[in-house]
């Protein structure tokens, strides 16, 4: 069954640093997006993307982040200048309609 | 605002004890409820998509049922490997997006 996959699975930087997050949709998706979760907090939207271009986002997606698709198979996630805050898990998920299918996770641990 | 809110926070069951997660929502419009698991550290796994009130659907040994006002994720006979985190999570219409907006989740605990 195909899964949507995440690199890397564990990111350790230093605040104020970039970083970028990819994801692998599965592969006749049309939707693909950011979730994050903040230990022992709920799973929260960040970002949906649609037809190569940014569909919805959530207060939380500010000038401090950025979403590409590069090519035809990756989606990335790019945070600039990060602050102890954006510690998460960061998932990515795809669906083709509704929902989503999510991946393993990256956990960003920002020192 | 929409909101999810999930009860218990966290429900204890001995193997073979069945009972019921609840999950009640405030929304301008359904689109559709969601019923994912969470095993710590991992991205949530996808059980079932519900989308109108009197709509049931069942895997193994959990049924998930739908009102205007709530859902319920039965749980029967369960066992240790059911222990997980259980989230539920809505999509609202008239968001372009497909966005999901999540409850805080159900801590379950199964013991042998």
């Known amino acids: 069954e195909p899964e949507v996959t995440q690199t890397p699975s564990h990111q350790v930087t230093q605040m104020g640093q970039e970083v970028i997050l990819r994801c692998v949709p599965i592969?006749?998706?049309?939707?693909f997006y950011w979730y994050r979760q903040i230990l022992g907090q709920k799973v929260e939207f960040l970002v949906s993307?649609?037809?190569?271009?940014?569909?919805?986002k959530s207060e939380i997606f500010d000038d401090q982040f950025s979403v590409e698709r590069p090519d035809g198979s990756n989606f990335t996630l790019k945070i600039r200048s990060t602050k102890l805050e954006d510690s998460a898990m960061y998932f990515c998920?795809?669906?083709?309609?509704?929902?989503?299918?999510f991946g393993p996770g990256t956990r960003l641990l920002v020192l | 605002e929409d909101q999810v809110t999930q009860s218990p926070e966290a429900l204890r069951l001995q193997e073979g004890e069945s009972s019921s997660l609840n999950c009640s929502y405030t929304?301008?419009?359904?689109?559709?409820l969601f019923w994912y698991r969470q095993d710590p550290g991992k991205g949530p796994e996808f059980l079932f998509t519900l989308y109108s009130a009197g709509e049931e659907k069942e895997k193994e040994r959990l049924k998930a049922t739908l009102t205007k006002k709530e859902s319920f994720l039965h749980i029967t006979a369960p066992k240790p490997e059911d222990s997980a985190t259980y989230l539920c999570?809505?999509?609202?219409?008239?968001?372009?997006?497909?966005?999901?907006?999540f409850g805080e989740g159900t801590q379950l605990t199964v013991n042998p």
């Open positions: 999570a809505v999509q609202v219409e008239g968001t372009s997006g497909s966005r999901l907006t």
């Open positions: 993307f649609y037809n190569n271009e940014i569909s919805e």
């Open positions: 592969s006749n998706h049309l939707y």
């Open positions: 929304v301008s419009g359904l689109r559709g």
């Open positions: 998920a795809s669906s083709y309609l509704a929902g989503g299918s």
